[in-house]
């Protein structure tokens, strides 16, 4: 059974940098073709791409927020880990990790809350 | 950048209605890389439909996609009441996107 899980702070503040982890199971990123992906979406919101990462440590960033987004992978600990800089309010939303398969995102987390206030 | 439009923004059907779900893209998108998705109140999405037109594993076959090109159309043959929600339309090319989503509420 494949599962991912988000997990990190439910509240960050302004200009602050947060730190979203995905723990994953059933599946590993040294497996050729395989990667995780991060999407958002703000309350009430549609769906926003955030960030891609496969096996072989390629990386792909939304090209709005590329340069406040980091993605890395920990193979041995299944986990990938998404870094945002500089939070303001408007970046408040559920966060999700997915798994890309067949390009389209079949296995998705529960999602994790973020809001950005002072 | 390729932008999706999802229209209409809401579609007000009765239960037992057929469902048709416009998505366009800005340009050209290979067939392969449309994906369709359901998210309901307080869930994530779900995948309904990949490259176009393949259901995912467990879709009810009254979910259908087709569509070519720039046009792509999600159908529901025959609403049952857990199918009120809301649809994603996604590409996913180099930069994958998602569309603004149609809500479908009972009429």
């Known amino acids: 059974q494949i599962t991912l899980k988000e997990s990190g702070p439910t509240l960050v503040k302004p200009t602050q940098t947060l730190t979203l982890t995905c723990t994953f199971s059933?599946?590993?990123?040294?497996?050729?073709?395989?990667?995780v992906g991060w999407i958002r979406q703000p309350p009430g919101k549609a769906l926003e791409w955030l960030a891609l990462i496969y096996w072989d440590d390629d990386k792909r960033y939304s090209p709005s927020l590329k340069s406040r987004l980091t993605i890395t992978k920990d193979t041995s600990k299944n986990q990938v880990v998404l870094t945002m800089t500089n939070m303001d309010p408007v970046d408040t939303a559920t966060y999700y990790c997915?798994?890309?398969?067949?390009?389209?995102?079949?296995?998705w987390g529960q999602g994790t809350m973020v809001t950005v206030s002072s | 950048e390729i932008v999706l439009t999802q229209s209409p923004g809401t579609l007000s059907l009765s239960p037992g209605e057929r469902a048709t779900l416009s998505c366009r893209a800005s340009q050209s998108v290979s067939s392969s890389y449309l994906a369709w998705y359901q998210q309901k109140p307080g869930q994530a999405p779900r995948l309904l439909i990949y490259g176009a037109s393949s259901r995912a594993t467990g879709i009810p076959d009254r979910f259908s996609g087709s569509g070519s090109g720039t046009d792509f159309t999600l159908t529901i043959s025959r609403l049952e009441p857990e199918d009120f929600a809301v649809y994603y339309c996604?590409?996913?090319?180099?930069?994958?996107?998602f569309g603004g989503g149609t809500k479908v509420e009972i009429k």
């Open positions: 059933g599946f590993s990123l040294s497996t050729s073709g395989v990667g």
């Open positions: 996604q590409q996913y090319g180099s930069s994958p996107r």
């Open positions: 997915a798994r890309p398969l067949r390009r389209a995102f079949d296995i």
